[in-house]
């Protein structure tokens, strides 16, 4: 797994950001996920599993760092249909948000 995916397999957003802002690549993709995808899923994840709140900071400074709210997955989902599949609300507003930034 890259270094990139591991930060946020693990939540761990200080070390993504400092990967990030190594010049690591927002939009990298891994095992079929982008790593907004990844973060989504874990941030998601973690939360059903544990209890604990729902957070977003992967998918913040993923965001932050130029990562492409637009760009599908290798098989074509999309953050945001993920975060709603999910459950992922703050990702959701954050997406939604981005996007209309964006336009």
């Known amino acids: 797994m890259p270094p990139t995916h591991l930060a946020v397999e693990h939540e761990q957003v200080g070390e993504l950001t400092r990967l990030l802002d190594g010049g690591a690549d927002p ?17 998601a994840d973690g939360s059903k599993q544990t209890g604990e709140p729902l957070t977003a900071a992967c998918t913040a400074v993923l965001l ?14 999309l953050p945001l249909w993920f975060a709603r599949r999910c459950g992922h609300e703050l990702a959701e507003r954050l997406l939604t948000a981005w996007a209309a930034r964006a336009s």
């Open 64 to 77: 932050a760092y130029g990562a492409d709210p637009q760009l599908p997955g290798p098989d074509g989902t």
């Open 27 to 43: 939009n990298e993709t891994w095992s079929n996920m982008t790593l907004l995808l990844h973060a989504i899923d874990i941030e």
